[in-house]
Each structure stands twice: as structure tokens, then as C-alpha cells.
T-cell receptor
């Protein structure tokens, strides 16, 4: 079945550590997105990529980095510069010409 | 700036009741609206969408109403059951998939 797979489901980060969240899709979608979800707030865009080897900052890109070396993969690195990384992270993708995202199942990141 | 918001953060109903979840939007340029359902610890799932040239759209047990005059969107769920318990949020798209805006969500609880 086609879909978006995020891993791991739960991730714990120590202070000063970088961690990478995986997002893989087999939907052949061109565009991929990373959102952050905090309680009581709408999804906030971190980074997005419309084509391979190209990506753009979203509203809250500081402290995060991404890469898009393959169409299927869009990993997100939460760096030590992100001071409040505890959140639920969602990856999404969309087909060319479509309007609604397909979301992954999310990764919950907690700082310990 | 433009934003998408919800009128009520929580809604509790009895099994079998009809539920109405509301959403206000402020971007008059938005031409596509989506309702998502998000269960605890999972990614959002598409429920139903509507284009700005429509006032109403029906799906299976769900109906979305769009009132462009007052910039209001609602999701009606008929004959709710406990499996409908989740956070529901709306999203608006002004034609730019890289600028999708999301509401914070309403938590619907259906009591058996």
C-alpha cells in the first residue's frame, strides 16, 4: 500500500544532541513537508521541498535542517540550536496539482 | 496576519447524537478547505474537502458547509459513535500548497 512512513514513533533527545527524524513516501509525490504540532496550536510549517535537491524554510525553520537527496525521502534533523524541541512532528506530502496533504503517523520527540 | 481558528476547543456528545464543529477563517483568497481527523498519537486523516465555489458537500455521515459571507466553515457528523472521538481541525489553501494554514483543532468526545 502507498503511504508515508515516519520513524521512529517516539524519540528522546538529550540536551545538546542532534537527532534525525525519518520520513519516507512511496506515493510518488513531488512535494514534501515537515510540520510541528504543539498542544492547543495549529500545525506550523518547518521546512518544505517541492523537488529533489531543493528545499525552503517555513515559518519556524530555526534550529532545524533538512535534506532531499531522493524523491522518496525527506529527513528532518533537530539540532541543538532548537531550544524547545519537545513536540509532535508530522511529515506530509502532496501530488502535483492536488490540494490536500497525505500525512505520516508522526514522531513524538521529547527532551530528557 | 491571516489565520484559521476554531470556535470551541472541546465538544462532548452522546453516542447517536449529531455533532457540529466550527471553523472561522480570515483569508478571503482561500479557495479550498479541508477537514482532518486526528486520533491520539496519530497523523491527521483527510475527512472531506470543499472548494470555495460550493456551499455544501456531503460524504458518508459527514457534511461540510461553507459560508463565504461570514468566512465560516463547519463539519457536521451524523449519528456519532465512540470511534469518532478525535481532534478535528480545518485547513485552508489559497492555491499555494506551501502556504496551507491549519486551525488548532476541536476535541470531540463521544460518550457511549
Amino acid at each position: 500500500d502507498g503511504g508515508i512512513t515516519q520513524s521512529p514513533k517516539y524519540l528522546f533527545r538529550k540536551e545538546g544532541q542532534n537527532v534525525t527524524l525519518s520520513c519516507e513516501q512511496n506515493l510518488n509525490h513531488d512535494a514534501m513537508y515537515w510540520y510541528r504540532q504543539d498542544p492547543g496550536q495549529g500545525l506550523r510549517l518547518i521546512y518544505y521541498s517541492q523537488i529533489v535537491n531543493d528545499f525552503q524554510k517555513g515559518d519556524i525553520a530555526e534550529g532545524y535542517s533538512v535534506s532531499r537527496e531522493k524523491k522518496e525521502s525527506f529527513p528532518l534533523t533537530v539540532t541543538s540550536a532548537q531550544k524547545n524541541p519537545t513536540a509532535f512532528y508530522l511529515c506530509a506530502s502532496i501530488a502535483q496539482g492536488a490540494y490536500g496533504y497525505t500525512f505520516g503517523s508522526g514522531t513524538r520527540l521529547t527532551v530528557v | 496576519g491571516e489565520s484559521v481558528g476554531l470556535h470551541l476547543p472541546t465538544l462532548s456528545v452522546q453516542e447517536g447524537d449529531n455533532s457540529i464543529i466550527n471553523c472561522a477563517y480570515s483569508n478571503s483568497a482561500s479557495d479550498y478547505f479541508i477537514w482532518y481527523k486526528q486520533e491520539s498519537g496519530k497523523g491527521p486523516q483527510f475527512i472531506i474537502d470543499i472548494r470555495s465555489n460550493m456551499d455544501k458537500r456531503q460524504g458518508q455521515r459527514v457534511t461540510v458547509l461553507l459560508n463565504k459571507t461570514v468566512k465560516h466553515l463547519s463539519l457536521q457528523i451524523a449519528a456519532t459513535h465512540p470511534g469518532d472521538s478525535a481532534v478535528y481541525f480545518c485547513a485552508e489553501n489559497n492555491g499555494n500548497n506551501n502556504d496551507m494554514r491549519f486551525g488548532a483543532g476541536t476535541r470531540l468526545t463521544v460518550k457511549p
